[in-house]
């Protein structure tokens, strides 16, 4: 089941302005219908690299479902959508002037102008042919991911739109699927909120899901599957209390007392004691630590290593390596805490925990940010057909896909 357009928050009145579309591509579509040109075009839709994990086509389709179509009469309608971007500005002028008078006035004047714009819409989607892959299967590369097919004057304003959702949905999705492969079974945190701008996070908490994370930063990135994030603790609360982490880890415990208590031990630099003192303090409170040892230096625990070895094996030992996680382990089993689960987080990608794994390091948990919104994953639209003939452009050509499923309306 494909999720309903009311999940995402769609700027529908600027989605179909073409506001948020390139410029080019809202011209195209004022031109075809003025020069009163309908011709049914199928657009075909993918990307070129292999064993992507698709995702974005419930948005798209969103889209498509509600900015597909044209406006009655422009000259009407221009004025008004000016008029509506106009107060999104004044919105926020009242809002930061703490306004409340003069901001009810305006949300009323906008709501009535998304009233008249929607009465001056015709919706097409019905028109509309549209065959989709689902968001989590496989794609090939040059494979169709989606086919849009119908007269091109109601769709052309959207391409840039759906293959950006296409393209950032499936960047996440693919990139947390090779995190969750290479940590063969073991839960794959996504926190990667402080990497990107806030407003990302909607789209980005539920491409990691269908890529495979079982947990999410913030609440926001949850929303759109009815959860709720996750986490630890920063340094910062430690800092707070004086770097104190084990008096830290107690108010935590005390004041938010119904998740699960993990604790961040590296702020002393000395991952295994700090570990053992939260353990012997908290005791059975304490579900796991977590290990974010900066990859500029070597834990304390560590430093007897170096001396008198190479540069390679230095390196090896800065940050959160094998080494240090087996030395948390051992010093928590000693102590009698074999229940502590061990969370790693900084800088992990799939290379880093394909070491972990082959050397079968005791991690129970990845938290892994930044790395999953490395790369890119560019999908491209080609207009292959009109009117049933061959129309692509040379280099490019039909490819039909039988395992693209209808949408329905």
């Known amino acids: 089941m494909r999720l309903d357009p009311s999940v995402f928050d769609l700027p529908v009145v600027e989605l179909r302005r073409g506001y948020r579309s390139g410029v080019y591509f809202w011209r195209t579509k004022r031109i075809l219908e003025q020069d009163n040109r309908h011709v049914r ?58 306004d409340y008078d003069g901001y009810l006035k ?38 169709a991911a989606m086919t849009i097919e119908g007269d091109l004057s109601y769709f052309a304003h959207l391409e840039s739109v759906y293959l950006g959702v296409l393209a950032r949905r499936t960047k996440v999705a693919s ?30 908490g539920y491409a990691s899901m269908i890529g495979g994370a079982v947990g999410v930063a ?29 008096l830290a880890t107690e108010k935590f415990a005390r004041y938010i007392p119904d998740v699960p208590v993990i604790s961040l031990v590296d702020f002393d630099n000395n991952c295994p004691a700090t570990s053992v003192a939260v353990a012997r303090k908290l005791g059975q409170k304490l579900w796991g630590v977590r290990l974010d040892t900066s990859e500029m230096i070597v834990d304390y625990s560590l430093a007897a290593e170096i001396g008198g070895h190479s540069a390679e094996i230095e390196a090896k030992l800065r940050g959160v390596n094998p080494s240090l996680v087996l030395k948390v382990r051992e010093a928590l089993d000693k102590e009698g805490f074999q229940h502590v689960k061990i969370v790693v987080s900084g800088g992990f990608n799939p290379d880093k925990i394909n070491w972990f794994e082959e050397s079968k390091v005791p991690v129970d948990s990845y938290a892994v940010g930044s790395w999953i919104l490395s790369g890119n994953f560019d999908f491209t639209a080609d207009v292959v057909l009109v009117e049933g003939k061959p129309a692509a452009k040379v280099g490019r050509e039909y490819r039909p896909n039988t395992r693209l499923k209808k949408v329905e309306g």
């Open 41 to 98: 075009c199928l657009m075909q839709i993918f990307q070129k690299r292999e064993k992507a994990v698709v995702c974005g086509t419930d948005e798209a389709i969103a889209i498509l479902k509600t900015a597909s179509g044209y406006y009655e009469d422009t000259e009407v309608v221009y004025p008004l959508f000016d008029r509506y971007v106009e107060l999104k500005k004044i919105i926020r002028q009242q809002l930061a002037a703490h």
């Open 218 to 246: 913030t609440d926001a990135m949850a929303a759109w599957y009815g959860d709720r994030g996750l986490g630890t603790m920063p340094h910062a609360l430690i800092a707070a209390y004086d770097g104190n982490t084990v």
């Open 175 to 204: 990139n947390t699927r090779a995190v969750v492969e290479a940590a063969k079974g073991k839960p794959v945190l996504f926190f990667a909120d402080r990497f990107d701008h806030f407003a990302a996070q909607g789209g980005d």
């Open 106 to 143: 305006s949300t009323a004047e906008r709501t009535e102008l998304i009233r008249k714009l929607d009465d001056l819409w015709v919706s097409k989607f019905s028109e509309l042919d549209v065959h989709s892959l689902a968001d989590g299967e496989i794609l090939g590369g040059w494979e």
